[in-house]
T-cell receptor, first 114, second 112 residues
Framework: DAGVTQSPTHLIKTRGQQVTLRCSPI?????VSWYQQVLGQGPQFIFQ???????GRGNFPDRFSARQFPNYSSELNVNALLLGDSALYLC?????????????FGSGTRLTVV | SQQGEEDPQALSIQEGENATMNCSYK?????LQWYRQNSGRGLVHLIL?????REKHSGRLRVTLDTSKKSSSLLITASRAADTASYFC????????????FGGGTRVLVKP
C-alpha cells in the first residue's frame, strides 16, 4: 500500500513566481494537512482539509491557498513567492481530524526561492 | 508560536547509551505524538500517547506524559547509530483546532 506521495520532490522558483505542490494521501484517509518546515525549525501548520472542506488554517498570508479534490488528493498553491518561502513543505494524511490518530507524512517538497 | 518546546535542543551520545528528551506544552491536549526526521526528510510517526495515559512503550521507545506538568519525555534505550535524527513532539489539542502543533525538535547524534 502506497504511503503519502508528494510531488515534485524538489523545485527552484524565482521571487514573484507561483508554485503548486501536490499530495496524494494514503488510501482511505480523508484528511490532508500541509506544513511548512524552515531549516532548523519544527513544522508549522498551514492548512487542514477533511472531506474536501477546509477545517483549519494556520497563520500564513493569503498568498497561500489549498484545495482538496474528490479523490482526497490535495494541492497547495503559493503566489508571489518570497525568499522566506524557501522551506520543506510536508503533507500529512490521517483518517480524520481530531480523532486521535497518528499522522502519516510524505517525504516533502523542498522549495527553494531565488 | 509553537506549543511544544523540546529540551535539550541537541544531544550527543555513544551507541548503546540511552537518550532522553523532554517536551513541554502550554494548553490542554487530546494527545501528544512523537516523530522522527532524518536529514530534513519526511516525518516518521513514532508513538501517540493520549491525555488519559501516563506511559507507553514501543520497542526501544518509552514515552511518559504528565498532564499536571504539561510535559512529556521520550526515552530511547540502547541507542544505535541509526537513531541519529531529529525528534519532534507534537500536540493535538481541541483549542488548536485539532491540528498538530510541533516543537522545535531535539537533534540526536549517536556516535558508533
Amino acid at each position: 500500500d502506497a504511503g503519502v506521495t508528494q510531488s515534485p520532490t524538489h523545485l527552484i522558483k524565482t521571487r514573484g513566481q507561483q508554485v503548486t505542490l501536490r499530495c496524494s494521501p494514503i488510501s482511505g484517509h480523508k484528511s490532508v494537512s500541509w506544513y511548512q518546515q524552515v531549516l532548523g525549525q519544527g513544522p508549522q501548520f498551514i492548512f487542514q482539509y477533511y472531506e474536501k472542506e477546509e477545517r483549519g488554517r494556520g497563520n500564513f498570508p493569503d498568498r497561500f491557498s489549498a484545495r482538496q479534490f474528490p479523490n482526497y488528493s490535495s494541492e497547495l498553491n503559493v503566489n508571489a513567492l518570497l525568499l522566506g518561502d524557501s522551506a520543506l513543505y510536508l503533507c500529512a494524511s490521517s483518517l480524520g481530524p481530531g480523532q486521535g490518530y497518528g499522522y502519516t507524512f510524505g517525504s516533502g517538497t523542498r522549495l527553494t526561492v531565488v | 508560536s509553537q506549543q511544544g518546546e523540546e529540551d535539550p535542543q541537541a544531544l550527543s551520545i555513544q551507541e548503546g547509551e540511552n537518550a532522553t528528551m523532554n517536551c513541554s506544552y502550554k494548553t490542554s491536549i487530546n494527545n501528544l505524538q512523537w516523530y522522527r526526521q532524518n536529514s530534513g526528510r519526511g516525518l516518521v510517526h513514532l508513538i501517540l500517547i493520549r491525555s488519559n495515559e501516563r506511559e507507553k512503550h514501543s520497542g526501544r521507545l518509552r514515552v511518559t506524559l504528565d498532564t499536571s506538568k504539561k510535559s512529556s519525555s521520550l526515552l530511547i534505550t540502547a541507542s544505535r547509530a541509526a537513531d541519529t535524527a531529529s525528534y519532534f513532539c507534537a500536540t493535538d489539542a481541541a483549542a488548536a483546532g485539532n491540528k498538530l502543533t510541533f516543537g522545535g525538535g531535539t537533534r540526536v547524534l549517536v556516535k558508533p
